[in-house]
């Protein structure tokens, strides 16, 4: 078998066809498999989640008994509270907390007052219904004042609405 001019060229063209093949179809499967086992191979490591979470839960039931050995505010865990329902609320809402201020405490006899100042960014009828459920949530305490401001943001040409509020919690003297 000889090999003329006609072989020889169809021999590099399926060459080259071979490499083209290869570079453009062949590697990227072979990458994008590769990908693939690799992170089947991490998800089946993370099939102890739920083993992990069991001891994470016992592990914060321990802090949370030796937290209670010791004296902590009741203002500090209200506050922290208030701030865990703040950012569920807002991220419900679609709505920022731009501020959060210290608590204003005033004692008066057989009562303590604090106040907590935060300020919100967003649309007003998520601004309502955050006030809303706060209003109705009687454990975060009763909304004292509402400031709604509206400012035009001139970089992007839009109006933007800010509420600072005002919620009073009132307790006891132990």
Known sequence: ???????????????????????FAISNTIKYYKE?????????????TPKLAFQLHQKENQL???????NVSSYETFQNDLLKQLN??????????????????????????SSYIF????????????LNEIENNPNLGSIKHLNFIKKKNFKTNADQL???????KNTGMN
């Open 162 to 168: 800010f509420v600072e509020v005002i919620i009073q």
């Open 64 to 70: 949370d008994n030796l937290l209670s050995q010791y």
């Open 1 to 23: 078998m000889k090999l003329n001019q006609k072989n020889k060229l169809l021999i590099l063209g399926f060459v080259i066809a071979l490499y083209i093949c290869y570079s």
């Open 119 to 130: 300020s919100l960014e967003g649309s007003y009828n998520g601004c309502l219904s955050l």
């Open 88 to 113: 569920s609320f807002c991220n419900g809402h679609h709505l920022k907390i731009i501020d959060f201020k210290e608590p204003h405490i005033v004692t008066d006899k057989n009562f303590i007052s």
């Open 36 to 48: 693939y086992h690799s992170k089947d191979e991490l998800i089946t490591k993370n099939t102890a």
